[in-house]
């Protein structure tokens, strides 16, 4: 099987199935769709590799931060000049 693949038609399967694929992600992405985890889907993906879209995850953890942090600020303010609260 392997040597059939190797040849032409194997590297025209290979791309027509890359181009595929990459179309199936991009309506993904432009639909806004999410995963199981609820991170919108993406596939940055060549020749060689494919993983998911770092640029969407990065959204989400700069997000989750920013709510981190609004919420130590609420909670610094709110027990501000009490040293042993009651």
């Keep these: 099987m392997e040597w ?36 919108e889907m993406g596939l ?5 590799f494919a993983r998911s879209n770092p640029g969407m995850f990065q959204e989400h953890v700069l997000q989750t931060y920013q709510q981190r942090i609004t919420a130590l600020e609420r909670k610094e303010k709110h027990s501000s000049g009490k040293l042993f609260p009651l």
């Design 4 to 39: 059939i693949l190797g040849k032409k038609i194997g590297q025209q399967l290979e791309g027509f199935l890359m181009r595929l694929t990459r179309h199936r992600w991009n309506k993904k992405e432009e639909k806004g769709k999410k995963n199981m985890k609820g991170y």
């Design 44 to 48: 940055i993906s060549g020749i060689h």
